[in-house]
């Protein structure tokens, strides 16, 4: 499969983007809360991803 294509490399860059992202912003208590969201959002979907494909391929 193409490299650009592979959804794990995707959703890693993904993460790293959203990461790089939330510590450009500014520093205060609203976005603090926001931000730790957002962290873990972008990276459960890696782990979303694996979980459906060990599914798929068990079923």
Same mark, same amino acid.
């Given at each position: 499969? $193409?490299?650009?294509? $592979? ?5 890693? %860059?993904?993460? &790293?983007? &959203? *990461?790089?992202?939330? %510590? ?8 603090? %809360? ?8 972008? /990276?459960?979907? /890696?782990?979303?991803? %694996?979980?459906?494909?060990?599914? *798929?391929?068990?079923?």
């Amino acid at each position: 499969m $193409d490299k650009k294509y $592979d959804i794990y490399d995707r959703a890693f %860059e993904f993460a &790293v983007r &959203v *990461a790089k992202l939330i %510590e450009r912003l500014p520093k205060n208590q609203s976005t603090k %809360e926001y931000s730790r969201q957002l962290i873990r959002a972008s /990276g459960s979907i /890696g782990a979303n991803i %694996e979980r459906f494909y060990k599914q *798929a391929w068990y079923s």
